[in-house]
């Protein structure tokens, strides 16, 4: 079973940053799994360097269609995923210095923060965004 299951709840109607979120979900999941197989510490550092590859390419999606179509909310929204982008990488840091353990920090930090930023600061720009044609 998995731990996070894409719903249309997740959907901001724009078709290309919701397949990203399904990638996402996906790592999620994949960390999950090998958690639960006993395997995380085999497949974190992979998930990782995915996660911040990720990150990049996701939020630059994200970012050139809010500036693109003048998204009042962009600055907010640019810092939270600058923020997104720190905390990734200093995952990255501390497996490298130590992997044991945190794989369950990890998994608990995506999936507060899949929910809390796609829920909610995603959703915000969808009206916008869906009201220039961006669909």
């Known amino acids: 079973m998995s731990l996070i299951t894409w719903s249309e709840e997740f959907s901001v109607n724009i078709k290309e940053i919701d397949n990203q979120h399904r990638q ?30 990720y990150t990049d390419y996701h939020f630059s999606t994200e970012e050139r269609l809010m500036e693109a ?7 907010h929204h640019k810092a939270q995923h600058d923020a ?15 992997p044991t353990g ?23 720009y969808t009206r916008h965004l869906n009201n220039q044609g961006v669909t």
């Open 69 to 75: 179509y003048n998204y009042p909310g962009y600055v």
């Open 84 to 98: 997104m982008k720190r905390k990734v990488q200093e995952f990255q840091r501390l497996y490298r210095q130590n």
């Open 102 to 124: 945190l794989s369950v920090q990890l998994l608990n930090f995506l999936k507060t923060w899949l929910n809390d930023h796609i829920l909610n600061t995603d959703k915000h």
């Open 24 to 53: 996402l979900i996906e790592m999620i999941n994949q960390l999950q799994r090998a958690m639960r197989e006993g395997k995380s510490a085999t497949v974190l550092n992979d998930i990782l360097q995915r996660l911040i590859d």
